[in-house]
């Protein structure tokens, strides 16, 4: 009867086992790095943890559990409001999902009284199922939509389809019967701008004239992104990618996966890919799909109210999310494993597996690509690679870690320098100049004139017979009489000397651009301009070594296994690498990323080539600092987040890091018994602390429990409008048993009921080492410090972040949020 009178309050942690000893699904011991509120500024203390570590770090009940307690106490109407959160808040992991248990085993107890219960049952068992399905349903849907839009608003810079003006330029011309396989692009029925306007389709005035209506359209576009993302959806900006990490490891933010960002970001993705600007729509797609996860898990009761297990179902929309993105579910799941969760237990697993296949196969029957494939850039090479080629791809993962050490150091600067000058207060002036820039600069280089995915595809694309591509503009052979697939190392013509001129100015330019693109205030991903670089670099690299393996062929290195007259070098199979490499020297991201870009190519042949530069990337990015973009932003925002990849090596103890400090004001705390409403309200009033610690008496300092600031202030507003006689002079009882008052007293207020009695606590000896594990691990929010069973003071997140910063020589105030 006791542990059941304990589980309606959703606190019953009488053990360490009693949390290991649950199903795969309810484990949090691999759970999330919790993040702390950012609005308050002393004790952000809210997670009632369970456990009491003590000198070798066994954990036991703060409180005294074994005793008798009245079930009416335990079983009173919840308070209404009592266990929800504010914004900008986090989330108590411990208590939600002891809350899920409880739901649960009652669910289960009453499922065989009746078949309306058994049905209850079998919603609730399904509700997951569903709510992952519905995720990946919208998101492919979406997906397929954004897809469409984005492709029919980029070519709407260049012209116009007259016979239908939905039609993109390729679609115009699929129908048309004077179009010829080499000039497949012209067609009588596509109008550029510059005949539409003054009827020239040649000559200086056309070249002027769609040179000034691409200018036009992007700014239009960029302009139109920037100005719906401030007024209806400032939450629709960026990547989004380092909030999902924040929001999925336990932190609230209000309004970031709800409908208007996800109504602002589809429609402004498009015009943000759209007006050319260095950006991808991949890591935006992971913020829409997140939206989807939200907004649909409000329908099942099971995941509303409960914000543990809604992140679960945030995870699954992740992994939908890149599914839909790159065409690559599995590598979704991984990514969604790797990159963004912290709570992923087997259930998210499946159901993330899941999301990723409902949002494959919806985007496959929209088909937006027209060749019925998952993505734009599906390539297959007819060429394997050799053990020698492993030098150049090590050289590319060489040159990705750099570019991502580069990147990541630049942009954070900017990102800086713009949060602490003007220049940060006017958005919109800021998205229109640089959209100016990337237009002007653009418009008269091919490459970067073309959308960043098409450019990518023809970086990837190897050069076949009926390829009319400027790159594959070689000497050929004039013996051959022959179409063969493998058409053999071939010297290079003009066409290729005059692309690799244009696209060594277009890397420049790239990597300039995305520099002070990303961060800007529209929605802005990072994986397609990344990708651009490191195929644009590949492409050259490989272009080189097929020429010196072309001219050389009796050099050592080529003599065994490039013959004359053999197609032994793939250029196109290094822009691949390249790619890989980069986008892996800016995110860190291995695992999933490979298996991201095989499953976003075909190219399942060339898994160690991509590993190998992979792997490369990383390493050199991590020896000039380990952090991948997406935490350097979570670091920039101030966000309280505890990087689970971060290791703390520092030989410090709880005593040195918890407050009160030398010289500190003692710390706030409640007694069981002694305190008035009035006591209470002004403590809570003079103070901006979360939550309170609860002791015997000030003389014993012997704890208690520990009391939330939210659920003391609902609690007592409820008491003064439901229950007669509780005043401002009404004694608050956390005791067990009300102590005996004089006839004439007030009648007393019970809080016993919104008290956690097992406050999760360590000895001031404690080393930091094992305190920061069990945070990251346990997702605390606070834990109380004691020295034989007495209260000495307290260690919150922030507390535990200001002194990583402190032990890293950085200013602890630099990294807060304000």
Same mark, same amino acid.
């Given at each position: 009867m006791e542990s059941e009178q304990l589980f309606h309050r959703g606190y019953y942690r009488n053990s360490y086992n009693s949390i290991t000893s649950a199903s795969s699904d309810e484990e949090l011991l691999d759970g999330a790095s919790v993040i702390m509120d950012f609005?308050?500024?002393? %004790?952000?203390?809210?997670?009632?943890? %369970?456990?009491?570590?003590?000198?070798?770090?066994?954990? !036991?009940?703060?409180?005294?559990?074994?005793?008798?307690?009245?079930?009416?106490?335990?079983?009173?109407?919840?308070?209404?409001?009592?266990?929800?959160?504010?914004?900008?808040?986090?989330?108590? =992991?411990?208590?939600?999902?002891?809350?899920?248990?409880?739901?649960?085993?009652? #669910?289960?107890?009453?499922?065989k009284e009746s078949a309306w219960e058994m049905t209850k049952s079998l919603y609730d068992a399904w509700s997951g199922w569903l709510v992952v399905t519905l995720t990946g349903l919208a998101s492919g849907a979406l997906a397929g939509l954004i897809d469409i839009a984005a492709d029919w608003m980029t070519d709407l810079k260049e012209g116009i389809c007259l016979s239908a003006l939905w039609?993109?330029?390729?679609?115009?011309? =699929?129908?048309?019967?004077?179009? !010829?396989?080499?000039?497949?692009?012209?067609?009588?029925? =596509?109008?550029? =701008?510059?005949?539409?306007?003054?009827?020239?389709?040649?000559?200086?005035?056309s070249y002027i004239m769609n040179y000034i209506m691409y200018i036009f359209w992007a700014l239009s576009f960029a302009f139109?992104?920037?100005?719906?993302?401030?007024? &209806?959806?400032?939450? $629709?900006?960026?990547?989004?990618?380092?909030? +999902?990490?924040?929001?999925?490891?336990?932190?609230?933010?209000?309004?970031?996966?709800?409908?208007?960002? /996800?109504? #602002?970001k589809t429609i402004t993705l498009v015009l943000a890919v759209a007006s050319g600007l260095s950006l991808g729509k991949e890591g935006p797609l992971v913020h829409v799909a997140c939206c989807c996860g939200n907004i649909f898990s409000y329908l099942f009761p099971k995941y509303s109210t409960n914000e543990a297990k809604k992140r679960e179902v945030l995870s699954a929309a992740s992994a939908a999310g890149v599914s839909v993105a790159f065409g690559a579910p599995i590598g979704g799941v991984l990514f969604s494993l790797e990159e963004v969760s912290y709570y992923f237990p087997l259930k998210t697993l499946w159901r993330s597996f899941f999301a990723a296949?409902?949002?494959?196969?919806?985007?496959?029957?929209?088909?937006? &690509?027209?060749?019925?494939?998952?993505?734009?850039?599906?390539?297959?090479?007819?060429?394997?690679?050799?053990?020698?080629?492993l030098f150049p791809f090590i050289l590319l993962g060489v040159f990705g870690g750099l570019w991502g050490a580069f990147f990541i150091r630049a942009n954070i600067a900017?990102?800086?320098?713009?949060?602490?000058?003007?220049?940060?207060?006017?958005?919109?002036?800021?998205?229109?100049?640089?959209?100016?820039?990337?237009?002007?600069? $653009?418009f008269p280089n091919p490459y970067t004139r073309l959308n960043t995915s098409e450019?990518?595809?023809?970086? &990837?694309?190897?050069?076949?017979?009926?390829?009319?591509?400027?790159?594959?503009?070689? @000497?050929? %052979?004039?013996?051959?009489?022959?179409?063969? %697939? *493998?058409?053999?190392?071939?010297?290079?013509?003009?066409?290729v000397y005059s692309a690799i001129w244009q696209l060594c100015l277009a890397l420049i330019f790239k990597i300039i651009m995305t520099v002070f693109t990303f961060g800007i205030k529209v929605p802005s991903g990072l994986f397609i301009p990344s990708m651009a670089i490191g195929a644009i670099a590949g492409r050259i690299v490989g272009i080189a070594v097929e020429q010196l393996a072309y001219y050389h062929h009796d050099w050592f290195i080529f003599k065994e296994w490039c013959e004359v007259g053999a197609d032994c070098i793939t250029p196109g199979l290094y822009a691949m690498v390249g790619a890989a490499a980069c986008l892996g020297g800016v995110t860190r991201m291995t695992v999933s990323l490979v298996v991201i870009v095989f499953e976003l190519t075909g190219g399942l042949e060339y898994i160690v080539p991509l590993m190998a530069a992979v792997m490369t990337s990383k390493w050199v990015g991590d020896a000039f600092g380990r952090e991948g973009?997406?935490?350097?932003?979570?670091?920039?925002?101030?966000?309280? &987040?505890?990087?689970?990849?971060?290791?703390?090596?520092?030989?410090?103890?709880?005593?040195?890091?918890?407050?009160?400090?030398?010289? *500190?004001?003692?710390?706030?705390?409640? !007694?069981?018994?002694?305190? !008035?409403?009035? *006591?209470?309200?002004?403590? +809570?009033?003079?103070?901006?602390y979360n939550g309170f610690p609860v002791i015997m008496s000030k003389e014993s300092?012997?704890?208690?429990?520990?009391? /939330?600031? @939210?659920?003391?202030?609902i609690a007592i507003e409820s008491a003064r409008k439901k229950q007669e006689g509780i005043v401002g002079s009404s004694r608050v009882c956390f005791a067990q048993h009300t102590p005996s008052l004089p006839a004439e007293s007030p009648r007393p207020l019970k809080l016993r009921s919104i008290l956690d009695m097992s406050p999760f606590t360590v000895t001031d000896h404690t080393p930091m080492e094992i305190v920061v594990d069990i945070f990251r691990k346990l997702g605390l929010r606070q834990c109380l410090v004691t020295h034989n069973g007495r209260l000495l003071g307290i260690i919150t997140k922030k507390d535990i972040l200001r002194h990583m910063a402190q032990t890293a020589n950085q200013d602890p105030a630099s990294i807060m949020f304000n």
């Open positions: 609005q308050t500024s002393e %004790d952000d203390n809210l997670l009632d943890g %369970d456990t009491t570590v003590g000198t070798h770090y066994t954990m !036991t009940n703060g409180g005294s559990i074994n005793s008798s307690t009245h079930l009416l106490d335990r079983l009173d109407e919840p308070i209404p409001g009592v266990g929800t959160y504010d914004d900008f808040h986090t989330i108590d =992991w411990v208590r939600e999902k002891c809350k899920d248990r409880e739901r649960h085993r009652r #669910i289960n107890s009453k499922k039609y993109n330029h390729e679609q115009c011309c =699929w129908g048309s019967n004077e179009a !010829t396989f080499e000039e497949r692009d012209k067609c009588p029925q =596509w109008k550029t =701008w510059a005949e539409l306007i003054i009827g020239q389709a040649e000559g200086p005035g139109l992104a920037v100005s719906l993302v401030k007024v &209806f959806a400032p939450y $629709a900006c960026g990547s989004g990618i380092p909030e +999902i990490k924040t929001i999925l490891s336990g932190f609230i933010i209000r309004g970031y996966l709800g409908k208007w960002t /996800l109504m #602002i296949l409902v949002a494959a196969f919806v985007l496959r029957s929209i088909n937006p &690509f027209g060749n019925s494939r998952l993505v734009l850039f599906y390539v297959e090479y007819h060429t394997p690679w050799y053990l020698f080629e900017w990102c800086r320098r713009r949060k602490s000058t003007k220049f940060g207060k006017y958005p919109v002036l800021e998205v229109i100049i640089v959209a100016a820039i990337t237009a002007v600069i $653009a450019l990518i595809k023809e970086l &990837f694309t190897d050069c076949g017979p009926l390829e009319s591509s400027s790159l594959c503009d070689y @000497r050929n %052979d004039m013996n051959a009489s022959k179409i063969v %697939d *493998d058409i053999p190392d071939r010297p290079a013509g003009i066409g973009i997406y935490e350097a932003h979570i670091r920039l925002n101030g966000y309280p &987040f505890l990087d689970a990849k971060e290791e703390f090596t520092h030989t410090t103890l709880a005593a040195d890091v918890m407050r009160p400090r030398r010289n *500190d004001p003692p710390l706030a705390v409640l !007694t069981q018994d002694n305190m !008035t409403v009035d *006591d209470i309200e002004n403590m +809570i009033n003079e103070t901006s300092q012997r704890l208690v429990g520990f009391a /939330l600031r @939210r659920d003391l202030t």
